[in-house]
């Protein structure tokens, strides 16, 4: 079965500067992968999904990821943050020929002035 | 469209009672899924339905824990008789059965047991 590993489960970064949380994932089989954000309070929201071709895939918010097979990874960035980034980031897992999607333990972003 | 909805929000509890929680899943999206969430053991699925019949159950904590979706638009979760340890997060999320499509969660329901 799929798993995945958030390697970060806290990362502090001043206002405007980048920041990029890590994923890894493992699984025998072609999977797609996800990000959501989650505010205090709320449930999850998603920021972007790889399903198939370019790496690099755009989402909400300024945030991207990019898709690297070789070294199963699924990492996440953002060139400039803002206070308002500051949320719970889950990476999240599911195999190709099914919907059960396996999460992350969650990565703390907090954005400080 | 309303989202997932789920009620409710809060519920405070003493231990021993039983506890339902209730989750409308998207209309049209034919996967549901429970999930629990704690500072100490983060997000677990506890369990998933597809098209109204669960598929995987293995998350269940243990028997206390019950689950039904009777039809495609209303699934509980219940918690029978509810102890300290079940204090948490449930979250109901759906999805088009279909792979590679992102699952949309509800806003929660914040139990705690006294």
């Known amino acids: 079965a799929q798993s995945v590993t958030q390697l970060d489960s806290q990362v502090p970064v001043f206002e405007e500067a980048p920041v990029e949380l890590r994923c890894n994932y493992s699984s025998s089989v072609s999977v797609y992968l996800f990000w959501y954000v989650q505010y205090p309070n709320q449930g999850l929201q998603l920021l972007l999904k790889?399903?198939?071709?370019?790496?690099l895939v755009k989402g909400i918010n300024g945030f991207e990821a990019e898709f690297n097979k070789s070294q199963t990874s699924f990492h996440l960035r953002k060139p400039s943050v803002h206070i308002s980034d500051t949320a719970e980031y889950f990476c999240a897992v599911s195999e190709w020929n099914n919907n059960d999607m396996r999460f992350g333990a969650g990565t703390r972003l907090t954005v400080k002035p | 469209d309303a989202g997932v909805i789920q009620s409710p929000r809060h519920e405070v509890t003493e231990m021993g009672q039983e506890v339902t929680l209730r989750c409308k899943p998207i209309s049209g999206h034919n996967s549901l899924f429970w999930y629990r969430q704690t500072m100490m053991r983060g997000l677990e699925l506890l369990i998933y339905f597809n098209n109204n019949v669960p598929i995987d159950d293995s998350g269940m904590p243990e028997d206390r824990f019950s689950a039904k979706m009777p039809n495609a638009s209303f699934s509980t979760l219940k918690i029978q008789p509810s102890e300290p340890r079940d204090s948490a997060v449930y979250f109901c999320?759906?999805?088009?059965?279909?792979?590679?499509?992102?699952?949309?969660f509800g806003p929660g329901t914040r139990l705690t047991v006294t």
């Open positions: 790889y399903l198939s071709g370019s790496t």
């Open positions: 999320a759906s999805s088009p059965r279909l792979a590679g499509h992102e699952q949309y």
